[in-house]
């Protein structure tokens, strides 16, 4: 059964990413990883994270995948010091001299190699292998034959991880250095600024006030932006392919986006598991995933040669689909006042947090862990002493909507058709 590993940019995404799923997260302390723009996690907070993620019964991965410079190797050490008692399951490094440290440092730490180390064949997988690495996270660039090649060629005890979910560096394996000439930002130390994915205009030297935008034609457009990964429709083929762990890229991403991911891959390798025979893909794991925010969706270069199709994006935003509007929370009934009706025929009130306006009159689906969208009509609201309102405009307000079927803390309210 492979793992499913979904990101933790804060304890709010984390807390999701186990609800919704995740048989393990990944996170990065407030250096040496790869998102440092991300609100990640303060040296006590690895603690606590770890505490949390074990009492679920789940795994915890670390990042230290930057790639450090000389002058940056004390403080390595210092914080590998620190956080060494937090008891993660493993590091995800891409740098040799990282690893060393790690070894030295915290002797029977697991190692997971990242994808910035660039493994696309089997000699580098074994090489990889033969200095210690538990796990091997491969290349964006690899085909699904590709990968079956590489497992052959492992012992079974080193393990396979494999992004199947979110976005794509134009950069091979994501080695780039267009931000660190920009902007000064060094991407492969955790900075980087995601200039390919800026507007480019081309101008004439005799006439720099009349520049040109770089237009879509019939060779293409925008030619840097990539297209985001998703292979919800070749579970089974990624699962036949030896792939052990399946990882969703988006540390950076919203906890609704952690939730709703999760949730829709979780269903369909269940489902695959279940009964590899007769499976048949659900269409509502697709509309799942184009809830959440996300770039044109591509299966990335599982299918496709990279020389053959690039996936470069048509447009440089984001697609929006479904607006997040809050999440169910505990409550204890004596809360509201008497005159408050808790249940009647049409449901019974519940208590959410609200994360975007919802209004009465709103078509809304609430989603739970291993259910897809239910639809509902918000009818009737109250504030958190039991006054009714007309809408909860208020980021992080309190307030109650009758639903006619059961919450549970943690389900998703989000806008519906």
């Not at 490094?93 to 990282?98: Q, S, T």
């Not at 060779?219 to 699962?239: A, N, Q, R, Y």
Request: proline share 5%.
């Amino acid at each position: 059964m492979p793992e499913l590993l979904s990101p933790a940019g804060n304890f709010e995404k984390l807390k999701a990413a186990l609800l919704y799923g995740a048989d393990a997260v990944y996170l990065a302390g407030n250096c040496f990883g790869m998102r440092s723009a991300a609100d990640n996690f303060t040296d006590e907070e690895l603690f606590e994270a770890s505490e949390y993620v074990h009492s679920a019964g789940k795994k915890l991965y670390l990042t230290v995948n930057t790639m450090p410079r000389a002058s940056e190797y004390p403080r390595l050490r210092s914080y590998l010091e620190k956080i060494s008692g937090a008891g993660m399951d493993a590091f995800i490094v891409a740098d040799l001299g990282v690893m060393r440290e790690i070894k030295n440092i915290i002797p029977d730490a697991e190692i997971h190699v990242s994808t910035q180390a660039s493994i696309v064949s089997p000699a580098a997988a074994l090489a990889y292998a033969e200095l210690g690495a538990k796990r091997l996270v491969l290349a964006r660039e690899l085909s699904l034959s590709e990968i079956r090649e590489i497992r052959a060629a492992l012992p079974g005890e080193v393990e396979l991880e494999a992004f199947v979910h979110g976005s794509m560096c134009v950069s091979y394996s994501g080695r780039c250095l267009l931000s660190n000439s920009l902007t000064g930002r060094d991407a492969n130390r955790g900075a980087c600024t995601q200039p390919c994915r800026w507007n480019y205009r081309i101008t004439e030297e005799k006439r720099p006030d009349e520049p040109y935008p770089i237009e879509e034609s019939e060779l293409g457009t925008f030619i840097m932006s990539s297209k985001d990964m998703c292979t919800i429709g070749i579970v089974p083929e990624l699962i036949e392919a030896g792939i052990d762990s399946f990882k969703i890229e988006g540390r950076m991403k919203s906890a609704y986006y952690t939730a709703v991911v999760t949730n829709a891959y979780r269903m369909a390798i269940d489902a695959y598991l279940a009964n590899p025979v007769e499976y048949v893909f659900d269409e509502r794991l697709m509309t799942e995933l184009e809830s959440v925010s996300h770039r044109e969706y591509a299966t990335g270069y599982y299918l496709d040669a990279p020389m053959d199709n690039a996936q470069i994006s048509s447009n440089t935003g984001y697609i929006r689909d479904k607006a997040y509007f809050a999440t169910a929370v505990e409550y204890n009934s004596d809360e509201l006042p008497d005159e408050v009706v808790l249940e009647n025929e049409n449901g019974r009130l519940y208590k959410f947090i609200q994360r975007n306006k919802v209004s009465v009159g709103d078509c809304a689906e609430i989603i739970s862990p291993r259910r897809t969208g239910e639809p509902v009509e918000v009818r009737e609201m109250y504030d958190g002493s039991g006054a009714p309102i007309s809408s909860a405009p208020h980021p992080a307000m309190l307030f109650y909507v009758r639903v006619p079927f059961d919450v549970k803390a943690g389900d998703i309210m989000r806008s519906g058709r």
